[in-house]
């Protein structure tokens, strides 16, 4: 059983195109974040969303914007893809997120996206 | 602002040796600090979590322990086995506004058979 699965695990692109990741997860967690790992491996968080609402949204460009259809799915999309953004993309979940400090995150396996 | 380092930022030993990995942390106001574990390709799986109260946890072979006031973390793990090579990251959570965590740069550790 997957507990948060992203797709694809793979996106290799041409600059300037839009793609979409997308995360699911079936743990009943009301929190989910989009997290985003450099080349040298530093993790970072972009967004983070209780129960659809939008709570964390880091200094992140506005070619990114999260959607999150129902509290188990949070999509990325990219609009006009740059050579900067080449990255691992991670999704995750907590049950409770915001204040609650005893809230432990599970990971996706991450998206790989190249943008050449 | 809150920096998280890791040191060292790679580290190979023999098998069966004790290791401890440290975590610094400049603002001691956090919820709690997380080591993680992530293997090459893979996400990031949970080891441990402390709590800003607690001094340390235990699981298995692994033990991390938590020092608020001068910002500091160590993960120790006992008898290393060749299955314990991945990267280790550690990260806190910040005790104000947004509560997110901020992840260190990580150790890889190889544990040579």
């Known amino acids: 059983d997957t507990a948060v699965s992203q797709t694809p695990k793979y996106l290799v692109t041409q600059m300037g195109n839009d793609k979409s990741i997308k995360c699911e997860q079936n743990l009943g967690h009301d929190t989910m974040y989009w997290y985003k790992q450099d080349s040298k491996k530093f993790l970072k968080i972009m967004f983070s969303?209780?129960?659809?609402?939008?709570?964390i949204n880091e200094t992140v460009p506005n070619r990114f914007s999260p959607k999150s259809p129902d509290k188990a799915h949070l999509n990325l999309h990219i609009n006009s893809l740059e050579l900067g953004d080449s990255a691992v993309y991670f999704c995750?979940?907590?049950?409770?997120?915001?204040?609650?400090?005893?809230?432990?995150?599970?990971f996706g396996p991450g998206t790989r996206l190249t943008v050449l | 602002k809150q920096e998280v380092t890791q040191i060292p930022a790679a580290l190979s030993v023999p098998e069966g040796e004790n290791l401890v990995l440290n975590c610094s942390f400049t603002?001691?106001?956090?919820?709690?600090l997380q080591w993680f574990r992530q293997d090459p390709g893979k996400g990031l799986t949970s080891l441990l979590l402390?709590?800003?109260?607690?001094r340390e946890q235990t699981s298995g072979r692994l033990n991390a322990s938590l020092d608020k006031s001068s910002g500091r973390s160590t993960l120790y793990i006992a008898a290393s086995q060749p299955g314990d090579s991945a990267t280790y990251l550690c990260?806190?959570?910040?005790?104000?506004?947004?509560?997110?965590?901020?992840f260190g740069t990580g150790t890889r550790l190889k544990v040579l058979a």
């Open positions: 990260a806190v959570r910040r005790a104000s506004g947004t509560y997110k965590y901020i």
């Open positions: 969303y209780n129960n659809k609402e939008l709570i």
């Open positions: 995750a979940s907590s049950p409770r997120g915001g204040r609650w400090y005893t809230d432990t995150q599970y």
């Open positions: 603002d001691s106001a956090i919820y709690n």
């Open positions: 402390i709590q800003s109260s607690q």
